[in-house]
């Protein structure tokens, strides 16, 4: 067994880069007062709903299973843990941009550019793990995004 140094450097590298960032981050929004009950409950109530992503990520690996499709531990728990976490600091965004904007963002565009973005993930995911060549993951940056920005604009087309 090789040790493979790109994978413990991308393991230990973002780590270390995930918990240095999470603290400067702290730290900025403590020097701008910004560590009060809103920003408390924003990332509460995120990472309570990052738990349904991840909940319904564990069913559909399930079910792939069940299906006879075959998937390594490793790539099981990266998928759980990148689900997890990406949901989690989406949604934390989506709650943060909507609780500090003077107009909320449309209900209907961000469950349309969430969908968008989970039909993308679920489909390339799936034509990755079938085919098992993983750059097909790459082709679910650009839908990805589209759906972000639908989430996260606000409708420009509303009157003053």
């Given at each position: 067994m090789a040790v493979q140094?790109?994978?413990?450097?991308?393991l230990?590298?973002?780590?270390a880069l995930g918990i240095l960032s999470w603290w400067l981050g702290r730290?900025?929004?403590?020097k701008q007062r910004g560590l009060d009950e809103l920003y408390e409950h924003i990332w509460q109530k995120s990472r309570s709903i990052s738990w349904f992503f991840t909940l319904t990520s564990i069913y559909i690996l399930f079910s792939l299973v069940i299906f006879g499709i075959?998937?390594?531990?490793?790539?099981t728990l990266a998928i759980i843990?990148?689900?997890h976490l990406a949901s989690w600091g989406i949604t934390g965004m989506i709650?943060?941009?909507?609780?500090?904007?003077t107009e909320p963002l449309k209900p209907s565009r961000v469950k349309f550019g969430i969908s968008v973005v989970v039909v993308s993930l679920i489909t390339f995911s799936i034509i990755s793990i079938v085919t098992g060549n993983w750059w097909f993951l790459i082709a679910s940056i650009p839908p990805n995004i589209i759906g972000l920005i639908s989430a996260l604009t606000p409708?420009?087309?509303k009157e003053n």
């Open positions: 140094i790109g994978g413990l450097i991308g230990y590298g973002g780590a730290r900025i929004v403590k075959e998937i390594g531990a490793a790539m843990l990148t689900v709650l943060s941009i909507n609780m500090n904007m409708d420009k087309n």
